[in-house]
């Protein structure tokens, strides 16, 4: 179940690119899939046969920029920590062409969708917390704000 703070966090990421929509028009496709939540047994069902996949990832920005398709983010806070289904989507979705990350942090994931739109995320934002990134040979890389 998604924490408060992630909550806010992915907040802040989506008032944060508003902010930058009008620049960066990319930015109007960035989306969430709302998959946390806690639902009961008969919803769950349903969904789950309307096409819910537990562990994909948060934030979907499918505009494609040189070799890569698109972006996902799987945004965390504080010391949580991505799951093994999570990392299984990551590394597939790496594999089919996407730039794939885990960001802990407002800031991490501002600083990737920036980068990976090539702007400057803003001044007056701090350093990122931590950023892993999944490549497409399988292999994870951290990544120093």
């Not at 960066?24 to 899939?33: G, W």
């Not at 289904?85 to 990737?112: D, H, I, M, N, P």
Request: hydrophobic share 40%.
């Amino acid at each position: 179940m998604r924490s408060e703070k992630e909550l806010r966090e992915q907040q802040t990421l989506f008032d944060w690119a508003l902010l930058y929509e009008n620049v960066h028009p990319e930015l109007k496709a960035m989306f969430h899939v709302p998959n946390e939540g806690k639902r009961n047994p008969r919803t769950g069902a349903a969904m789950k046969r309307a096409g819910l996949k537990s562990g994909v990832p948060d934030i979907w920005l499918p505009v494609p920029q040189g070799k890569w398709i698109g972006l996902v983010i799987e945004l965390k806070a504080d010391r949580n920590r991505v799951t093994e289904t999570q990392q299984e989507w990551l590394e597939r979705q790496a594999k089919y062409g996407w730039k794939s990350f885990a960001c802990w942090g407002f800031e991490a994931a501002a600083k990737v969708v920036a980068e990976y739109l090539g702007f400057n995320p803003g001044q007056f934002m701090k350093e990122p917390q931590k950023i892993l990134e999944w490549l497409p040979d399988g292999s994870v890389a951290e990544r120093k704000g």
